[in-house]
């Protein structure tokens, strides 16, 4: 049990081991990212012993942690390039892979003045916040169905990228069927991190992954299911020249 009056090396080195024996991967950076979330503090950087209310938050997040409660829901906001999204459960985690995928899309870019650009499947809306970021004047629309998941794009993008302007736009909308509203030849680029999970793939998730929506992940039999539709029905919606930029699994 973390106690008060821990130092943080001592409570780090405690929440450590208990996340090791309870199986979780990289175990001793999240006990260094739970003593932050808890104290507010960098534990290398602090030698103040805990508090009792500091020792009580961090037992909280210890016990959800050992559970396999995803670290980025612990921490509510997780970072994703050099700016920080709010996070939580019902939407899927930024991860760092997707920082390329954000990078790669904005480098489509070069030249054009003001592009026009699309995110789809958006979630906390890490690829288009990210594509604005290297790219300022883009004007980028952000489109989730799932309402859990819409949420947290609202917050994002009012609060992910400080003076943004023009700000990025969050609508709530189906891949399936938003095309339809689409003029053609208007968009500079698409961005997608899609579901690409295949069914049997659905069976064999890490725990932590299991408690991501499931909406975010699964893609039917083959896990192409998305990029169809995409290539199907998107490939009219942008300029000659446009790109497409996806993210899949392999």
Partial sequence: MVSAGLSPREAV??????LSAAGCPDADYDARELFRAASGRDARLSDRALTTEEAEKLENLC????????LQYLCG???FLDFDLAVGPGVLCPR???EVVAEAAANTLTGIAAPRVLDLC??????????????PAAQVTCVEKSPEAFRYLEQNV???LPGAA????????DLFTYWQSLPEGQLDLIVSNPPYLTDAEMQQLQPEVAREPAMALEAGEDGLVFYRA???HYRLALRPGGALALEIGW
Avoid: M, N, Y
């Fill in 77 to 79: 906001i997780w970072s």
């Fill in 13 to 18: 080195r405690a929440v450590e081991a208990r």
């Fill in 158 to 160: 009012r609060t992910a």
């Fill in 230 to 232: 995409l290539a199907q």
């Fill in 96 to 98: 760092a892979d997707t």
């Fill in 63 to 70: 016990t959800r942690r050992e559970q396999r409660e995803p």
């Fill in 166 to 173: 023009p700000a990025v736009q969050a609508v709530q909308g």
């Fill in 122 to 135: 958006a979630g906390t809306g890490c690829l288009g916040l990210g594509v604005k970021r290297f790219c």
